[in-house]
């Protein structure tokens, strides 16, 4: 799943505070904060964030040896 620094990251990517996000995911600004801050969650609450970045443009890279992080999508 992903982690609270790709969170960040794709939040900062697409310019959207905290609420913003946590409008389009449909889940409390504080929930946000907290996975943010590197709290456990329900999956199906990561699931919903991550299925509302991913429709904004987000793609989540996973771990690789590299390091996790999140990118634009082309197009």
């Given at each position: 799943m992903i982690t609270g620094a790709?969170?960040?990251m794709a939040r900062s990517a697409l310019k959207?505070?905290?609420r913003?996000?946590?409008?389009?995911?449909k889940v409390s600004p504080a929930t946000i904060t907290r996975i943010?801050?590197?709290n456990p969650a329900n999956l199906s609450t990561l699931a919903a964030i991550r299925t509302a970045l991913e429709a904004a443009?987000?793609?989540f890279i996973p771990e690789n040896g590299g390091g996790a992080g999140v990118r634009m999508r082309k197009g």
């Open positions: 790709q969170l960040r959207l505070g905290v913003d996000l946590a409008a389009l995911a943010e801050g590197d443009g987000v793609e």
